[in-house]
């Protein structure tokens, strides 16, 4: 079936630090979404975006945070700078449309934050 | 905002036997719920859903069962096969967004 890709699938790097995580959505895929999973905590949502906006943030999404997808190639979350919380598993989500929330999703990213 | 929980946090079922997963939600403008499996080392992986406007959907030995009035909603996994065995997820959403609220999960073993 349909695939999204994560690039990395690890990441170490230290606090203060700017990391990018990359998703390779679905091809025909239009939405995209960020979700965030602490280990052994609910995964829970941060952002969704279409069409070169964010559409909606959760409160996790922090003004360290920003996603952009210049020229349809990956999706990509940047977090500058970083701090010890954000280590979590980032999973990267695309769907093809927006009412029917049908979402795929990527293997995740695991972020340590040392 | 809506919260989603997942009452069995582990369940184990013999080969052939059906296992019955439970959610609840608490936001009545929930609309959507979806259910998701982990298997180990690999991504979420949708299986069904079900919107509010029916209260049951079937798909091959799953059956998903939706009560608006108790804000609760299940899986049924039938004549259950080890490769069954993962985590599953269920979620809620609501129809004006596609912010997905999940639950914790649960982790289904099933013996053979």
């Known amino acids: 079936g349909p695939k999204v890709l994560q690039i990395p699938s690890h990441q170490i790097i230290d606090m203060g630090q700017m990391v990018t995580l990359n998703c390779d959505p679905v091809?025909?895929?239009?939405?995209f979404y960020w979700y965030k999973q602490i280990l052994g905590q609910q995964m829970e949502f941060l952002v969704n975006?279409?069409?070169?906006?964010?559409?909606?943030k959760s409160k996790l999404f922090k003004d360290q945070f920003s996603v952009e997808r210049p020229d349809g190639s990956y999706f990509t979350l940047k977090i500058q700078p970083t701090a010890l919380e954000d280590s979590a598993v980032y999973f990267c989500?695309?769907?093809?449309?927006?009412?029917?929330?049908?979402?795929?999703f990527g293997p995740g990213t695991r972020l340590t934050v040392l | 905002g809506e919260k989603v929980e997942q009452h069995e946090s582990t369940l184990s079922v013999r080969e052939g036997d059906s296992a019955v997963i439970n959610c609840t939600y608490t936001?009545?403008?929930?609309?959507?719920f979806p259910w998701y499996k982990q298997e180990a080392g690999k991504s979420l992986h949708f299986v069904i859903d079900?919107?509010?406007?029916?209260d049951r959907k079937q798909s091959q030995r799953l059956i998903v069962l939706l009560d608006k009035k108790a804000k609760r909603f299940s899986l049924h996994i039938t004549a259950t096969q080890p490769e069954d065995s993962a985590i599953y997820f269920c979620?809620?959403?609501?129809?004006?967004?596609?912010?997905?609220?999940f639950g914790d999960g649960t982790q289904l073993v099933v013996k053979p």
């Open positions: 079900i919107r509010s406007n029916v």
């Open positions: 975006f279409y069409n070169g906006k964010v559409m909606e």
């Open positions: 091809s025909n895929h239009l939405y």
């Open positions: 989500a695309s769907s093809s449309d927006w009412t029917r929330a049908e979402q795929f």
């Open positions: 979620a809620a959403s609501m129809s004006s967004n596609n912010r997905i609220f």
């Open positions: 936001d009545t403008a929930s609309s959507y």
